[in-house]
Structures are given as C-alpha cells and as structure tokens.
C-alpha cells in the first residue's frame, strides 16, 4: 500500500475517536461511524493487499473509544478498528453491530459492553439482558464468519455519573457469566478485570483517568492480553 494510501486508511481506522462527542441523532448512533466505514472500505478496496490482512473491530463503549484516543497506534500498527461510543449500551451495540462490524468484513471483533447497562443508560437493564445481547452479537459474528473476542468489562466502585449505584458487585457477577459463556461456546476471553482491579473492587489508581475509565498506563497493562486472545480466535 502507498504511503498516501497508509495515512488514510490510518485516518479511517480511528475515524471519530477525537471528537468530544459524535453528533448522531439516531438512538444507537449508526451516524457516528457511517462515513468513515463507508471511506474506509472504498480504501480497502483498492488495496492489493487487503485479503491478506488480518482486519479486526473493536465494539464497544468509551472503554473502548477511550483506547483508540490513548493509544492510536496500537490500532493503526495491528489493523485494529475502534468502533466505540461513549456511554453506550449493549442494545445499541447490538443494532449497529451490522454496520459497525460485519459490513467492514473483519476476521475477528473484540466486544467489550455492558458497564453502561448496569449504570442504566438507557434505562433499566438485567444482567440477563445484557447476557441475551453479547450472545446476539457473537451468534451474527460467527454466522458471518468472523472469529470472536470476549472481555471482561472494567472493574468499579463508582460511577461518578450516578453516584448512589453500587455496581462492583454486579459488575463481577457479569464477568462471571460473559466468561462461564466464553468457555462453554470456545470463545478467547480477555480477562481485563483481573489486572485493573484494587482491593476495593474498583479501578486501581494507578492505571486509572476516572473511576470507570483507563489511563494509557491501563491500556498498555491490557493490550498483550487483548492481543494474545485475537490470535487465539484467529488460529480456530
């Protein structure tokens, strides 16, 4: 690929990530990345190389938008696209899954969701709700051929924009069955929680922008777990 064509696909990949806020006004936020999929495929297609690159889609929420604005060139260097949206749920994932995943035709996707269903974001969530809509996103995945990454959601204590929730101990329960999940259907598991959680079940300190969000430090701490599961998936 040219250099010109380098840059642009570069451009592409993070598409979004730098903007305060994407100004969709669709509930699942199908604005937000529209165009950039649309140019980036444009780009792909002219690419000579693209069949032999090992494309792989980051869905998920600020976790994952967070990542790509921290840390872009983890994205850009590996063929990683980010395709996070602040404060989203697993509803509105589900509902952009086509667009914002199966139509950029990935190997694999990396789904990280569903500390903003316990927040209620979007209104009250279970537990098995959030379950029924990770396990739509791996079933349309994998009818699709695209391999699967699954990951713990971040651990916290606190979330500073509803204060009175006390999610830790639901977030771990969550954890629990996204990896009881993982195990039973052969999906890789990248275990974040377990490197980024304090002894107060929250975000430790030092690896940590907010009480829900990661520092540079905390990505860089995740990145070779993430990494090593995409090339568990990518070996099946």
């Not at 209620?120 to 791996?138: F, L």
Request: proline letters at 6%; a negative charge.
């Amino acid at each position: 690929m040219k250099t010109s064509a380098k840059l642009l696909v570069s451009a592409l990949l993070l598409a979004g990530a730098f903007a305060p806020e994407c100004a969709a006004q669709d509930w699942p936020n199908l604005n937000c990345y529209r165009e950039a999929n649309h140019t980036l495929m444009e780009a792909r297609q002219n690419d000579p190389n693209d069949a032999q690159t090992a494309w792989v889609v980051f869905m998920g929420d600020s976790g994952t938008q967070g990542w790509t604005e921290k840390d872009p060139d983890f994205f850009t260097d590996n063929h990683f696209v980010g395709r996070g949206i602040n404060g989203q749920t697993t509803p509105q994932m589900l509902l952009r899954f086509r667009q914002d995943v199966i139509d950029l035709k990935p190997k694999a996707v990396v789904i990280l969701g569903g500390a903003n269903d316990i927040a209620g974001n979007t209104g009250p969530s279970s537990i098995e709700m959030i379950m029924d809509n990770i396990k739509s996103m791996v079933e349309l995945a994998r009818a699709n051929g695209i391999e699967v990454v699954l990951c713990s959601v971040l651990p916290s204590n606190h979330f500073y924009w509803i204060p009175e929730l006390k999610p830790a101990d639901l977030l771990i329960e969550l954890n629990r069955q996204i990896k009881a999940y993982a195990d039973a259907h052969h999906i890789p598991f990248a275990d974040y929680y377990s490197v980024l959680v304090d002894d107060q079940k929250g975000l430790n300190e030092a690896y940590r922008i907010d009480t829900a969000h990661p520092s540079l430090e905390g990505y860089k701490l995740i990145e070779p777990l993430v990494v090593k599961s995409i090339q568990q998936a990518l070996a099946h």
